[in-house]
Each structure stands twice: as C-alpha cells, then as structure tokens.
C-alpha cells in the first residue's frame, strides 16, 4: 500500500506532502463470489476512484464509481480533496444460495483485510425456495437491538427485503439475540467504519421448512376485524375451523367467533398485514354500552390498527366523549408525529356529515355531539389505544361568553361576521387592515369584511405579498379554507372584481371610490390570513387595475371579467398589466365571451405595450399570439340594452420560453487528464443544461471523452465551470519538473472557467514542491481573499506554478515565507478555521532581512482536548539548537514574540477528543534599533563631559591658587593689618636674609615662601630692634603703639580665597600712609617679571609697567622724600 497527498500553492516555495487533498494506491483482489463496488457521492473532479496499469503505472482510468472482477487483482489509485475515509465508501456483496434443507456457503464469511482504510458494508442476500426459512446463527457474541450506532464501529442490519428500507432493523454486539430466521429475498448487512477489525466468518447458514406464525382470537358480534395484506411478500392468512383451512392471501374478515385460531405463513404478518377493526356503540338518552371505546383485549397489538366504532344515539340527544388524555385538533390534511390519530364525523338529521381529526395531548378533554357519531382511531405497530369515555344526556341548551344558545352546536346553526370600516385620506391609510386571529367564535364560519373608501376621483389600491393571488370563478372556495372577494360599489350597483385564493400571480388591485373586501373561513378553521396592505392610488378612468407577474417557464393562467358570468357594468372599462418574464412568448386566447347589444359606441379590447401605440381588436379578432416584452389589455363596455344578455369575457394568458439552446461539443481529449463540471448555482430554476441530449442539474465531463452540451435561457452568472487534471509520479527519480498551465478550453462554452484544480499523486515517500516563478503569493485566508490584482490559483490567466518531486520530509506540508516590510504577513494552519487534521504537522520558514526584526503575534490560536500525544507550537532560529517557544495545549503560550533573525515556525497536531487546533500568526517586520551602541554612546558622552568638567574645575582651582599667591599685597594705612593668606607671615632670625631696598612692590611679597614661625616669636622682639627691613626713606613707625593682638589657632583654609586680609591678622604694624606710585601699585604689572613662583626679573634697565586694573587711577602724587621732611 502507498499513501500520497496533494494540495494547493500559497507561498514563493512549498515544500509539502499535500494537506488540502489525499490519495492512496493499493492492491485489490477481491475474494471469489464477492462483488466489490467503490464509489464516492462527490463529483469526479472533487474526489476520483482510477485504476492504475501500464508500463511504470503510466496509464489511469477514473471514475466516481468503479465495480471489481472477483478473482483478479487491480491497482487502485485514490485521489480526494477530502479526507478520504470519509469520501468513499465500500460495498462487498455476496450471495447465499440455499434449497430446501442445505444453504451454500454453510459459513457466512466476510474479507476483513480488504481496503480498511474506508468504510465497508458487507451484503449477503439470501435466495431460498417458496415456504423455506432460512437460518442464521450469530457466532460469537449476541445482537441486541439499536437505533443508534454501535459503539465499536461494527453494526447489523437486517431487511425482509433490498427495497424494504423502512423495514429494517438495526443491531449491535453485546445482546440476547443469536439467531435470525429469515425468507427468500432477506437482505443482511454489516456496515464496519474506517479501521475497525472484523471477524472473518459472523454467520452460520441453515435452511428448512417454513412454520409460520399462529394465533387464537375471539370476536363478539359486535366487532368486526379486516386483515388486509399491504407490502408484496408472499404470505397467506388461513383461519382453521375443521379438517379444512380457509386461506387467504390478501384479505380476511372476521367476526363472531370464538377461540378460532389464525394461521400466517410467514414468520412476521405484522410485517405484512394490517388490521381494521370495527366496534358498535348504542346509547339511550342517558346511557351507552359499552361506555368505553377500548379494545381488551387486543390480540393485534403488534398489528399496524385502525380501529372504529360507530355510535347510534335517539333524537334530541347529546352524545359526550370523554378523552381523559385530552386531544389537540388539527387540519384535516395533517398528520400527527406518534402515529396515533383520531378522526370524529357527526352526522346530522339533513345528512351532512362534519368531521373533525385530533391528536393525543391536547387541551380538547370533552367533546359534545349531536347525532350519529363516529370515532376512528389509528394506531401504530406496538401502540398502546387511549380509551375514551362515552355519555348521553337530554339535549340542553349552550352558553357562550355573553350569549346563550338554545342548541348544543350554534356553530351549526349560525355565522359570524367581523367587520372594520377604514376611510383613507387622500394621501394615505390608517394601519394595517389585516386583524388579529380573534379568539371569539373559533368553531363558528366566520366572514371577515373591510370597508375601503378613498375619495371619489382616486383608487385604493391593495397590495398582495409574495406569492400573490390566484384568481377563481366567483362562488368557489380555496383549498385551505381562506376565500377572499374584493367588491366595488358603482353608481350603477355593486360589481365583483374577482375572488382569489393565495398563491399566484395577481399581485396588486386597485379599484375606484369605494369597495369591500371579505374573507371568508370555515369553522374550527385557524386563522391564517395573508398580509396585505392597503394604500392610496392615482386617479384613474379605470373601473379597476389588476397588475400580474407571469412566471417563468410554460404556463397557463386563467382571468374571468368583473362579475363573471354576470354582466359586466355598463360603459365602464377595467384594466389588466402583465409583467412577462425575458426570453419569453405570450398568447393571448378567449375561452368564452359573450357580447352585448350596444345602444352607444361599441365594446373594445385594447393593447398597449410600454413606448408603442394602443392597438384596438373587437371580441372576435385574432388576439396577439407569440409576443414578447410586458403589455396591458383594457376592456371597455358599451352603452348595452339592459332586456339583453350583456357582456362578459374569460380569457387565458399562455407563456413559454422564446430563447434558443446554446449548443457546444466539448473535447477534453485534446488536453490529457482534463475533466470538466458543469453546475447550476444560481435561483434560476427554468435554466435548463443538457449532455448528449439528456437534461441534467450538474454535467460531468469525465477526462478523454467528448460530449455534447446544451444551455437554455441560462445566464452567465448563474452557472459555474470548473476544470481539473490529476497529475501521477510513480518514480520521484524520474518524474521531471512539470509546469501547471491552464489549457485554453473550447470557445463555446458560454460561460467563463471559474477555478482549475491540478491533483497531484505522487509516492508514499516522496515530496511535492510547488514553486512560482511570477513572483511571492501570499495565503487566501476568510475575508482577505485574492482581488483582481493579485496572483491566485482562481486568476488563472498568465499565472502558473512549477512541480518537481523530492525525497521524503518529516512535516505534512512546509512554507517557505519571505515577509515584506510594507504590509502584514498572515500566516494560517491548513484547512482554517476548521481546524488541522489529526496527527499533521505543519511548518514556515521564515526569512528575515538582515537590517531587520520580525515581530510575531499568535492571532487566533484554536486548541483541542487531546486524546492522544499533545499540539505544539515552536519557534526556533535558523541554525540554533535551543528554541525560543514551544508550547503545548495545556500551557499558555505567549501571543507575541520578537524574532531577531530568520526562524522556523512549527506547528502539530494530536489526536482530539473534542475541538480542534489552529492558529491564525501575524508577523511584522521593523529595522533593528541599536541599542547597545545608543546606551554605550551615552555613557562615553557622560564620561568625556565628566572629565571635561574635572579639568575645567582642576585648571580653574589651579588659576585662582595662582593668581591669589601672585596678586597677594599688603596694605598699612591708619594702623590697620591685612593678611594675605591663611599662614603667618612671621620672619625670624634663624631663617633671615635680610636685604635692603630701594623700593617694595607690594605685588613682590610672598608670605607663603617665607619660613613657618609662630606669631608669637616675631612679635616679642618686635619693639626690641627685632630684625627689619631698612628702608631708606622711612627709620621707624610714627603711629601709636600697636594693641596686643590675640592670634586664634591655626585654622588653614584651603579652599577660599581672601583678597585682602582682615586687619586682625596682620604680622607688621602700622605705619604712617605712603604715596604709592604706579610701579608700585597692584594695579599694575613690570614686563621684566619672569613668570615664576618668584617672579624674579629677566634683565634690568627702567621700569616697564603695564596696566592690569581696568580703574582709573588719581593722578600721581607727588613724591615726599625724606629730605623735605
């Protein structure tokens, strides 16, 4: 056996073992005696059973249906679009010959092993002589009687016959029932599903002599039995009173007698015969015997009965019956579900019979009749007779709502009229004119009436819902009860219109002024009126308008003129508009007429059809014949002699179909394995097709076979042509690439194709891989189907596909995707949304460009009850071992996912209990960002401005410690001390180079270089002649002596910076205000500085000052010298 599977292209490449369609080959020699026959309901370009033969398995013949040479081995090849277990089906007839003690084959076999993969029905029909019983023994486990199938997939049927279909009777394994005793043309069937196991030998077979059925009843003289046979079966009824039996085959009637005993010669009269038993009732004025209608007991139980009694009663008596189980009251024409039926006539003193039919439970509990009565009850086969209780009583009057009748059944006696008025303005009606059902009088006959009345110069005008009205002759009644008649009042009487019943073609009257419409229904009759509407119409000459839609196809329909076949009203005219149908004939015929004697003008028929000319004819002209388009015809009276007959007119309109078949000869041959399916979609029901002469619903052109179609009055749109192929590799080594092309099929064919469908067979081991050259697909899915301008398998033109076989994969079907980055890409399981086939897998591999990312989100996913192993779902990127998802049905997978690179997506499926498993991916490309390079850009931007900043704060920090140890001064005015810096400036001898200076530039003096001695020892020897400075133009301090200065501890700051120091830390006293000249001020700078710590001179010569104060300065004093002091 080898298994193949095709399916369909929705991707640039897939590689796949088809999931959207199947097929297997396999071997088939059927046993000796065995008919085998496969078939399949589908059409032969869905599903095909071929016979495979030829050199390699080139050559193929399929078919729908294919029947097997006992004996003789065949190749099959079956090729479905549906799963096929479920399209084929399997039948293995036998034949079991037996006379009249031996049966051949003694043992009833079946053939277990062959084709398992379908359903199987196994026949056996038995052939056996006249009056010979055949026997079954069931081996093995018993039977047991079922009306559902059997669990275990193997189940029983037995027949008295092939046509008896409604004579069968189910079994399955598990009961009580061993044997079956069967006749000539008994038919037994064991229906086995799709891999169940069956025994190979089931039944034991048997034959002997016929005993039939015997049973001993007893009759009174009041009731009498009728059997009648009803189904064709041979069988006789014989009734033994003596030494001779009186037989029978047909009929037997019994009555008044006693222990007598019937004998069938059949095994199942209950099969065969029915009963119609027939019981007396006879009552007084107060009493009936029996008082029951009940049969005890009932020897015909198992008989399919109808059981009657016929009750007499006195004058002046009501009869009372009594159903304890209640009963609910039908139509005559309906049928009650249970098969239990009752049926009440009464009879009256005039002779007028009133029947009635029930069904059991119902709220109808007693039933009072006048008259002879008679009740007839059917029962089915095993159904239990509800009895019912029979009365008398005196005859009594009836009360009802607030009248009171005299007599038990007024609804005999009286009628009942509801009437509504309705005045119309001149622009509309008020309401709905059509009444609810009335829960009064629901037994009485009843007439409903409708006062129409518009102004005089209008019409009202009724409108019919769908089907519309059929008209009849005035006085006649509709077969449902329903009666309408529409009347106008004249200035000359009142004319009637026309009755109608529903259903036909009239769809609208409009009639002048003012009128009447009835409705007339029959007691114990449910309302059921129609729904027509009422509206307002044009002015109008017309006495009245009807407008009719003519059907489609061949037809007659008959019209009658107003008051038919009374006179129509005097010089009044009445008008008909026919809508006829496209593409057809009208023929207009008088049936009868009669004409009157005019005083003034004359009687006209008058045509007119839409944009033409009236065209005038009289009574007795040739009336328009084999017309086309809509038309209306108006009758138009005379002034007629009123002592005379007057006019009257009925007529019929004929139609028929006017179009010409559109013939074409197809020939499939010229393109191999092409088949064609012609099928009717559309609601046009008179679109008729035909093959080879022979009209059909659905045509079948089956590959290399020509065929003559024919088409009439079939519009393009509403039938579909379909085309398929089946494609074979036998040898994946061998099969070269194929590519799928679309044959140009014959010109003739009026209709467009709609779908071509290639099925491609290959081998259990191998792969089908389907590529497009014409560029990427993307997946047809429900609601996103393919448009005019994109690729599909439906847009045929231009578009094909290349085949090419390879070795086995491991998956049901691969996709290879390739997203864009514009739009969406949908990715869908197989046969969404209705769900993976079991046990399938199914996989995508998606490439993703490298500048990008894809996105994935799990849409839709759809999950089972598993019975057997578990769904996955699994991403993986190309080329790594771990996987980013995998997910069973019983754990929550993620709805999104982000992939970096390419990956695969793989999906499968278990084995469900219930439910099924799909999912619905959307995947979305967006380029990379870097973020890793972002965040490291960042930090390395952090860190520069980081160092930045520490350098500036480092140079700055450094500048200030510069410029406040270069800019450093001392200041003595008024005895005021400055301090230049956080140290003491002290100078003791042990570390003093004294020197003597022309002059001192207060910018030149550098406390911080100067040693670190306490305050305390510079200033004890201060007053003493402690070491000083010599100055030649100042000896000594003139100020006051100095106040004694505490010194605080020494507290350095190391990160301020004083300009000036405060007079409290001071190291010198004051001393007496000095001009300071510009050399000699801090505002200013000499050039011959070196810039050191020191700032010693570079060279000597005269002072070179430049300015570094941006303050004006006083001018120059002038200089005091020691001499003018």
Request: charged letters at 20%; glycine letters at 6%; proline letters at 6%.
């Amino acid at each position: 056996m080898r298994l193949c599977a095709t399916c369909a292209l929705l991707g640039l490449l897939f590689l796949t073992v088809f999931d959207s369609s199947e097929c297997l080959q396999t071997a088939v020699l059927p046993d000796k005696g065995s008919t085998v026959t496969v078939a399949t309901k589908l059409s032969l370009d869905q599903c095909a059973v071929c016979t495979v033969s030829g050199v390699n398995d080139t050559l193929t013949s399929c078919h729908s249906s294919l029947s097997l040479v006992p004996e003789e081995e065949v190749k099959l090849l079956f090729n479905c679009s549906q799963p096929i277990e479920q399209a084929y089906t399997v039948t293995i007839a036998r034949t079991i010959e037996c006379t009249k003690d031996t049966c051949s084959p003694p043992t009833v076999e079946t053939q277990p092993s062959i084709l398992t993969e379908f359903s199987r029905t196994f026949t056996w029909e038995l052939k056996a002589p006249e009056k010979t019983v055949v026997g079954l023994d069931i081996l093995g486990e018993g039977l047991i009687e079922a009306a559902h199938p059997c669990s275990n997939g193997i189940q029983y049927s037995v027949t008295t016959s092939k046509t008896n279909i409604k004579g069968r009777t189910e079994y399955c394994r598990g009961g009580s029932v061993t044997h079956f005793d069967l006749l000539n043309a008994a038919l037994v069937s064991l229906q086995v599903e799709p891999k169940a196991q069956v025994d190979s030998v089931v039944f034991q077979a048997s034959a002997g002599p016929l005993k039939g059925r015997t049973m001993v009843i007893t009759l009174d003289s009041s009731t009498t039995v009728v059997l009648s046979r009803d189904v064709e079966p041979e069988c006789e009824v014989c009734s033994v009173e003596g030494s001779t039996p009186d037989c029978n085959p047909t009929k037997k009637t019994l009555t008044n007698l006693e222990n007598l005993s019937l004998e069938f010669s059949c095994l199942k009269p209950q099969d065969v015969y029915s009963v119609k038993m027939k019981k007396i009732i006879k009552c007084t004025q107060s009493s009936c015997t029996p008082a029951a209608g009940e049969v005890e007991p009932d020897p015909f139980k198992d008989f399919k009965r109808s059981l009657t009694w016929d009750i007499t009663v006195p004058g002046r008596t009501v009869l009372t019956l009594d159903f304890p189980g209640g009963l609910k009251v039908i139509s005559v024409a309906e049928n009650c579900e249970d098969g239990h039926q009752y049926s009440v006539s009464t009879t009256k003193s005039d002779g007028v019979t009133n029947t009635k039919s029930y069904c059991k439970s119902g709220a109808v509990t007693s039933l009072d009749l006048l008259g002879a009565t008679t009740v007839t009850v059917e029962v089915p086969k095993d159904g239990e007779l509800g009895p019912f209780n029979v009365k008398a009583a005196p005859r009594g009057g009836r009360m009802m709502s607030c009248l009171e009748f005299t007599c038990p059944q007024p609804q005999d006696v009286f009628t009942v009229e509801i009437n509504r008025e309705i005045d119309c303005t001149e622009a509309s009606c008020s309401g709905n004119i059509v009444q609810a059902e009335s829960s009064l009088f629901p037994d009485f006959n009843r007439t409903f009436t409708w006062d129409l009345k518009v102004v005089s110069t209008r019409a009202f005008q009724l409108d019919f819902p769908e089907p519309g009205m059929r008209q009849i002759p005035n006085g006649e009644t509709c077969p449902d009860g329903h009666t309408y008649s529409l009347v106008i009042y004249l200035r000359t009487g009142p004319a009637t219109i026309g009755t109608f019943c529903k259903g036909g073609t009239v769809t609208t009257v409009l009639a002048r002024y003012k009128g009447r419409m009835f409705l007339q229904v029959p007691g114990d009759t449910k309302l059921d009126p129609i729904d027509f509407k009422l509206n307002v119409g044009p002015k109008t000459s017309m006495m009245a308008i009807v407008k009719i839609n003519l059907p489609r196809g061949v037809s007659e329909t008959d019209f009658i003129t107003a008051n038919y076949p009374q006179d129509f009203p005097d010089d009044e005219q009445m008008q008909w508009d026919f809508t006829v149908p496209g593409m057809h004939n009208y023929t207009m015929h008088f049936n009868d007429h009669k004409a009157p004697e005019c005083l003034s003008n004359e009687v006209e028929v008058m045509y007119q059809k839409e944009g033409n000319q009236v065209t005038k004819v009289s009574l007795t002209d040739p009336q328009p014949q084999h017309q086309q388009g809509n038309f209306n015809m108006v009758l138009k009276n005379c002034k007629t002699n009123q002592t005379l007959e007057g006019l009257s007119l009925s007529y019929r309109v004929s139609v028929m179909r006017s179009g010409h078949p559109v013939l074409c000869v197809v020939d499939p041959t010229k393109h191999k394995g092409v088949s064609l399916q012609i099928e009717k979609v559309g609601s046009d029901h008179y679109c008729e097709m035909s093959i080879n002469s022979k009209v059909e619903k659905k045509i079948t052109v089956a590959a290399g076979t020509k065929a003559s179609l024919s088409f009439l009055d079939c519009p393009n749109d509403d039938v579909h042509l379909i085309a398929s192929t089946v494609i074979v590799c036998q040898n994946v080594t061998s099969c070269p690439t194929t590519l799928l092309t679309v044959p140009k099929l014959d010109s003739c064919l009026p209709m467009p194709l709609q779908s071509f469908t290639w099925h491609l067979a290959a081998t259990q081991d191998s792969t089908v891989e389907l590529k497009s050259p014409t560029g990427s697909l993307r997946q047809s899915l429900p609601g996103q189907e393919c448009n005019n301008h994109e690729p599909g398998l439906q847009k045929t033109s231009g578009h094909y596909l290349n085949v090419s076989y390879s070795q086995d994969i491991p998956e049901s079907i691969i996709y290879r995707v390739s997203p864009k980055d514009l739009s969406p890409t949908l990715l869908a399981t197989p046969n969404w949304s209705q769900g993976m086939k079991p046990m399938s897998t199914v996989a995508w591999i998606v490439t993703v460009p490298s500048q990008y990312e894809a996105h994935v989100h799990f849409v839709n996913i759809s999950q089972p009850k598993c019975k057997d192993r578990h769904t996955s779902i699994k991403v993986r990127m190309l080329g790594a071992e771990e996987e980013m998802m995998s997910r069973r049905e019983d754990e929550q997978a993620e709805d999104k996912l982000t992939v970096p690179q390419s990956f695969y997506l793989n999906m499968s499926n278990c084995v469900p209990e219930e439910g099924h498993f799909g999912a619905l991916t959307k995947i979305v490309l967006q380029k990379k960002s870097n973020l890793l390079a972002i965040v490291l850009g960042i930090v390395g931007a952090v860190l520069l401005l980081l160092v930045v900043l520490a350098v500036y704060c480092f140079i700055t920090k450094k500048k200030k410690q510069d410029k406040m140890n270069m800019e450093s001064s001392i200041y003595m005015g008024k005895g005021n001390i400055f301090r230049p810096g956080d140290r003491h400036f002290t100078k003791t001898r042990s570390d003093n180079e004294s020197h003597v200076y022309d002059s001192i530039d207060e910018t030149m003096v550098y406390g911080h270089l100067l040693g670190d001695v306490s305050y305390a020892d510079s200033m004890q020897d201060h007053y003493n002649g402690g070491p000083v400075d010599t100055y030649k133009t100042f000896t000594g301090p003139t100020d006051a002596q100095l106040p004694v200065i505490k010194e605080p501890d020494h507290e350095p700051e190391m990160d301020q910076f004083n300009t000036f120091l405060d007079p409290s830390q001071s190291f010198l006293p004051a001393r007496p205000r000095t001009p300071i000249n510009r050399q000699d001020s801090i505002g200013f700078e000499d050039r011959r500085m070196v810039d050191n710590e020191l700032y010693t001179f570079k060279s000597t010569g005269d002072i070179n000052m430049i300015r570094l104060s941006g303050v004006d300065m006083d001018s120059q004093p002038p200089i005091i010298t020691e001499d003018s002091l």
